[in-house]
């Protein structure tokens, strides 16, 4: 069974650009949910995608964004791109009983 | 949202040494996860614990689920130096809802 999955595993962007960065649930997972990880520094909780539907964001300004797609995968969008969004995306995905999550290996996002 | 504190912050031990580590909360959990980060990887779940007082062990690795629901224990026997990583506890108070991550635990074992 495939885990999670993201891409790209690396993306640099200059100051003001924008970035796409792609997550793909493991199979028969509803929920996705988006972290960032700056670093040397704990998850911070971004966004949670269920069955389509925004369930909850963390304390993130609006130029972070995303959607989750009729097949689960989800997007995570960063407009206005700064120095300081520098880090590492994770994208963890779980079931309808939401034991547990299974994380991807990340997306590093280097800002220049 | 919810504040997980995790202690200590770091730890650097010898080989074979065992290692403690907890994370506490200013809420009841009803789920408590550990999860160990090596560098540039995703986390990876370690124990999950789902009920108050539960004793859960995996290999070396054993967890706790505090009785007050607001704590919880990772025990490491005989530490090895593939332990070496980042420890996150994460707490979820009902089923459903997201679950919150600790500061993390950094552990370096020393040969």
């Known amino acids: 069974e495939a885990g999670v999955t993201q891409s790209p595993t690396h993306l640099i962007k200059t100051r003001g650009q924008q970035a796409t960065l792609r997550c793909s649930p493991i199979s028969g997972h509803t929920s996705v949910y988006w972290y960032q990880q700056a670093l040397g520094l704990g998850l911070q909780f971004l966004l949670w995608y269920d069955e389509g539907e925004e369930r909850n964001r963390g304390n993130f300004p609006p130029r972070f964004s995303g959607r989750q797609f009729p097949n689960y995968s989800s997007e995570l969008n960063v407009n206005a791109l700064e120095l300081e969004d520098s880090a590492l995306y994770l994208c963890?995905?779980?079931?309808?009983?939401?034991?547990?999550?299974?994380f991807g290996s990340g997306t590093r996002l280097t800002v220049v | 949202g919810q504040q997980l504190n995790q202690s200590p912050q770091s730890m650097f031990i010898q080989e074979g040494e065992d290692v403690s580590m907890n994370c506490t909360s200013s809420s009841i959990f009803n789920t408590w996860l550990w999860y160990k980060q090596e560098p540039g990887e995703g986390p990876v779940l370690l124990i999950a614990?789902?009920?108050?007082?539960e004793l859960t062990s995996n290999g070396r690795l054993t967890a706790q689920f505090g009785i007050t629901r607001k704590d919880s224990f990772l025990n490491i026997s005989a530490s090895i130096p593939s332990d070496v990583g980042i420890y996150f506890c994460?707490?979820?108070?009902?089923?459903?809802?997201?679950?919150?991550f600790g500061t993390g635990t950094s552990l370096t074992v020393i040969p």
């Open positions: 614990l789902y009920k108050a007082g």
């Open positions: 994460a707490g979820q108070v009902n089923t459903g809802n997201q679950f919150y």
């Open positions: 963890a995905s779980s079931d309808s009983r939401w034991r547990g999550y299974t």
